[in-house]
Structures are given as C-alpha cells and as structure tokens.
C-alpha cells in the first residue's frame, strides 16, 4: 500500500491521501528479482513529488515478511518509521507484522536521508 502526505496550508494537520493500492503486485512471479519493482517504485516517487506540488512525503507499508518488498523501499530510499505489531491480517486470520516506510520529497530532492531517532520516549 503506498499513501500520500500533503501539507495544507489551510489546515492545522497535513492531509492524506490513499493514492494507490498495491501498486508494487505488478511483476509476474516468473519477471520477479529482475529490477522492475525498484524502478516501477522510482517511476511512482518521481510522479508524485514531480505532479502534487503539495506532496511532502510519500508512505509505504508492508508484510514483515516480505523481504523483496522491504529492500525495495530501502533501495528506493524510503525509511523504516513504523513497526506495527499483528497489523497485516492474511486471508487466513493470521496476524502479521506490519512494517512502514516513509520517503520525504526534501530527501528525494536533495539525494539525502533523513535518520529516525527511535530512542526519543519521553522519561
Ligand atoms: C515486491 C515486488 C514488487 C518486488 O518486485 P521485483 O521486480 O521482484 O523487485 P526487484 O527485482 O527490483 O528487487 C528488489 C529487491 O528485492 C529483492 N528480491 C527480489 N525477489 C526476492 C525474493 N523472492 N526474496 C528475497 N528478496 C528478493 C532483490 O534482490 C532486490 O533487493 P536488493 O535491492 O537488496 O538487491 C515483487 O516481488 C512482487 O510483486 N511481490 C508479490 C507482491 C507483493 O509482495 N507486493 C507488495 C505488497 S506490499
């Protein structure tokens, strides 16, 4: 699932937007492992920030257990900000983990990445 962040100057919190889902289930198992997810997930970063002038982050999330997914996000320059225990239920009522990522379009812009401080829990 792949979601938009936008920053409305005339609201007090960003907006967001599901702009698609399941966007990365286009390569057929045989085409897997061949570089087309990390450059449909390039094409679909660059559409956003380059078509919603508004957009200030992009947000993925998926399976724990979906490795090709993950170093997919992390090659495309997305970072880890959320870990959600049991979020992913499958067809079959098993909980999953879920994992989320976030690319920044000062990031995407600058070729930069921003590190999380995950030990910022108030005393
Ligand atoms: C996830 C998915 C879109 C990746 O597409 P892809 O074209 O295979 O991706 P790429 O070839 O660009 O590879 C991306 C990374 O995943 C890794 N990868 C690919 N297939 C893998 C596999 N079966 N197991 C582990 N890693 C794998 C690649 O080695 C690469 O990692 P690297 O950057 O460290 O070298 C594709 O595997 C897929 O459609 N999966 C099923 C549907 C799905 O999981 N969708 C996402 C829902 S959130």
């Known amino acids: ?3 938009v962040s936008r920053a409305d100057p005339a609201a007090r919190a960003g907006r967001l937007s ?3 889902a399941s966007v990365m289930t286009m390569p057929v198992a045989a085409d897997r492992g061949r570089g087309i997810g990390t450059r449909a997930l390039a094409w679909l970063t660059e559409h956003v920030f380059t078509t919603a002038a ?3 982050r992009i947000e993925g999330t998926t ?6 997914m993950r170093r997919l996000f992390r090659r495309g320059g ?9 979020g992913w239920p499958d067809p079959d009522g098993n909980l999953h983990d879920a994992i989320g990522y976030a690319i920044l379009r000062r990031d995407w812009l600058a070729g930069t990445t921003t590190v999380l401080r995950w030990d910022d829990e108030p005393a």
């Open 63 to 68: 399976r724990q257990d979906n490795v090709a």
């Open 18 to 20: 599901i702009l698609v």
């Open 78 to 86: 997305y970072v880890k900000e959320s870990h959600y225990r049991d």
């Open 54 to 56: 508004g957009a200030s």
């Open 1 to 3: 699932m792949i979601a």
